[in-house]
């Protein structure tokens, strides 16, 4: 069983920058895939990024593209979310979810069904 915990969330002013992590307890990110989602009240669940297995593919949603950076340290079972260039409409609850994928899997999708997710770190931007 998984057990992922986010932190670092924050008030931040538009422009700035948060630092997301997602750790992992009960087994290794060796074997999944990762993503992070956001959900702000009255709208739906939106995928925001994924990293693959090893950490060497990753793949954005289309609004957070260029100013969102997803990393994976394996070693230290934890997974990032480097938030850039934060804007209001960024402002939301932020989930870290995890999928078990096969051995020789080298590609992600937040698409995916997750098999694993963490209680979510709030952001909000505003001025």
């Known amino acids: 069983q998984l057990h992922l915990v986010e932190s670092g969330g924050g008030l931040v002013q538009p422009g700035g920058s948060l630092k997301l992590s997602c750790v992992a307890s009960g087994s290794t990110l060796d074997y999944y895939i990762v993503a992070w989602f956001r959900q702000t009240p009255g709208k739906e669940r939106e995928g925001v990024s994924c990293i693959s297995l090893r950490g060497d593919y990753t793949e954005y949603g289309d609004s957070v593209k260029g100013r969102f950076t997803t990393s994976k340290d394996n070693a230290k079972n934890t997974v990032y979310l480097d938030i850039n260039a934060l804007k209001p409409e960024d402002t939301g609850q932020y989930y870290c979810?995890?999928?078990?994928?096969?051995?020789?899997?080298?590609?992600?999708?937040?698409?995916?069904?997750?098999?694993?997710w963490g209680e979510g770190t709030p952001v909000t931007v505003s001025p």
């Open positions: 979810a995890a999928v078990v994928a096969p051995p020789m899997s080298t590609t992600c999708s937040y698409k995916f069904t997750m098999d694993y």
